[in-house]
């Protein structure tokens, strides 16, 4: 089982930048990894997945064109720029990796080993 842990959330006015960050254990290659967010009363949707080591990268709709998921060179590190924040990204986000085994990486059900979270608040 792959550990993770983010950090970089926080609050900001909409239209602004955050960067979020993903550590995970292991020193597996490729790894595919994902961030996730929960708002308060909604189930836990994808937002970004990339396949550590190649260009393979998902976006959701809600999330193309605004937020950049990124490996971080020489670090077992998943980045997740976003821009443009709206109020609608307000949620609590998690990253989640796992090795590949056959399924895509996009299969989310299979990410099931959660870090503790961070925050991200987009005031209008």
């Known amino acids: 089982q792959v550990q993770v842990g983010e950090s970089g959330g926080g609050s900001v006015q909409a239209g602004g930048s955050l960067r979020l960050s993903c550590e995970y254990s292991g020193k597996n290659a490729p790894m595919c990894v994902a961030w996730f967010r929960q708002a308060p009363g909604k189930e836990r949707e994808a937002v970004a997945g990339?396949?550590?080591?190649?260009?393979?990268?998902y976006y959701t709709d809600s999330a193309k064109g605004r937020f950049t998921i990124s490996q971080e060179s020489a670090k077992n590190t998943v980045s997740l720029q976003m821009n443009s924040l709206k109020p609608e990204d307000t949620a609590m986000y998690h990253c989640a990796a796992v090795i590949p085994s056959g399924l895509s990486c996009w299969h989310f059900p299979q990410y099931k080993n959660w870090g503790q979270g961070t925050q991200v608040t987009v005031s209008s």
């Open positions: 990339i396949l550590t080591g190649t260009t393979l990268t």
